[in-house]
């Protein structure tokens, strides 16, 4: 999930006992129904897959001093305390990570350009580049060079107020007080602040009276010489779905990008999570999760915490072999080495045989929920285990544009971590994917 769900909905959980298999989990009472009905299924896997056991969970409520939260953010262009009262002290927001800042970025050739982009907007808020606009792949550090705009300016310009929101939020945010008569409350929360930070805009794609309302809210900000800046998983000039005139003031100012980390840069971000967390780790433990893990920083770090749960709970030492063993069943080792001769044919013919349908079905326009589930699998599994690009793949299934895959991808990587039959089958074809690579390898 992205980091600010993780804030909102995980982050406030505590563990109160585990016992007999049975692990119990305390939530604040205002999240707890929406943890029990939503994310219990998520907890239940995340246990299973950090002790390799299987555990019974119960969601309680949490003790009130314990489920303790922050207040409401102070805005600076609110109104201010009466002459009896006593100030409030700058807030950054909701969702803020503090953890996110410019001192813990690992910079490499890949995002170097967003860093120092973000670094002057953070520095030169409303100057430098106006609106700021990076993107990339899932995972390889848009919402941390988010995050840490907000946590400078908040740092070094108490006075200024910061707003920060996902896509979702934001649309969240706008049904909500459209429905309750608010808008004008909300018109003030998000138009009146020095910094406006959005996470994922290509969620406003398809939502008309949302995207009027950003592109009203935009404009505001932009008049009164407030700093935006968005983070998207792809160029705006491809949201195919958003008003023109969105996509026109998302690339009015500077657009960078984000590219998955090189090798070098697996190493630098591995060496310093370690370092942050006081690990004992081998250098070719390190080395060996770099190489299985080369697209994604979160994942990459998630692989790591994976390890270091597993020598936890084994109590064994933090290195390569551990690290082999861990990783083994999640990254095949031809899968990721880099040389990946599959070809999206080849993927295309295993998932076809697995679901009982013809390659012919799988590439076909159909809807039909037999045929587009594996299709969005099949396009899933070809970017992850072939070189081709997002247009070949396109391509080879038919489709328009290579948005159609980018969609595909995220639809599946939701599914996957909310259904474990799914899982199971994405696993098992992965695996079969790596012994077909053997095979040919000889």
């Known amino acids: 999930m992205d980091d600010a769900t993780f804030d909102l909905w995980i982050a406030p959980l505590r563990s109160l006992s585990c016992d007999q298999g049975t692990l119990c989990v305390g939530a604040p009472e205002s999240i707890r129904p929406r943890v029990e009905s939503r994310l219990l299924p998520v907890i239940v896997r995340a246990a299973r897959t950090a002790t390799e056991q299987d555990w019974a969970v119960e969601i309680d409520a949490l003790p009130t001093e314990t489920a303790a939260r922050p207040g409401p953010p102070a805005n600076r262009r609110d109104p201010g305390p009466g002459p009896t009262d006593d100030p409030v002290p700058h807030d950054p927001g909701p969702g803020l990570n503090p953890k996110f800042t410019f001192e813990q970025f690992v910079i490499g050739d890949a995002n170097r350009f967003a860093h120092a982009a973000a670094l002057a907007a953070a520095e030169l808020p409303g100057q430098a580049y106006n609106p700021l606009f990076l993107y990339g792949p899932p995972g390889v550090g848009k919402s941390h060079l988010l995050h840490a705009i907000g946590n400078y300016v908040t740092a070094h310009e108490p006075t200024m107020s910061v707003r920060y929101a996902t896509a979702e939020h934001f649309t969240n945010d706008f049904l909500g007080c459209l429905k309750d008569g608010g808008v004008s409350r909300f018109k003030s929360r998000y138009r009146r602040v020095d910094l406006l930070l959005v996470d994922d805009v290509q969620f406003l794609e398809r ?3 949302t995207e009027e309302e950003f592109f009203h809210t935009f404009n505001a900000l932009r008049d009164a010489g407030a700093q935006v800046v968005l983070t998207s998983d792809r160029l705006p000039r491809d949201m195919d779905d958003l008003e023109l005139r969105l996509r026109e003031r998302f690339e009015a100012g500077l657009v960078a990008d984000i590219a998955p980390p090189d090798p070098a840069m697996r190493i630098a971000v591995l060496r310093k999570r370690a370092a942050l967390d006081d690990l004992r780790i081998t250098d070719g433990a390190l080395h060996l999760i ?8 979160r994942a990459l770090e998630a692989a790591l915490i994976r390890t270091v749960a597993f020598s936890s709970l084994t109590g064994r030492p933090l290195d390569e072999a551990l690290a082999r063993r861990v990783l083994d069943d999640l990254y095949p080792e ?7 001769p599959l070809s999206v044919e080849d993927v295309i013919e295993l998932v076809a045989e697995t679901f009982s349908i013809t390659p012919e079905e799988l590439c076909s326009s159909s809807r039909e929920a037999r045929i587009a589930w594996p299709r969005s699998l099949a396009m899933y599994l070809s970017r992850e285990h072939t070189d081709q ?7 080879a299934f038919g489709a328009r544009a290579h948005t159609t895959v980018l ?3 995220r639809r599946t990587s939701t599914r996957l971590q909310d259904d474990l039959d799914a899982s199971d089958i994405a696993l098992q074809l992965s695996r079969r994917l790596a012994a077909r690579d053997a095979d040919r390898r000889g």
């Open 207 to 209: 939502k008309a009276r």
């Open 290 to 297: 770099a190489e299985r893990v080369p697209t994604n920083v």
């Open 334 to 340: 031809r899968v990721v080495a880099g040389q990946r």
């Open 389 to 395: 690009s997002l247009p070949a793949i396109a391509r």
């Open 407 to 409: 969609h595909a991808c």
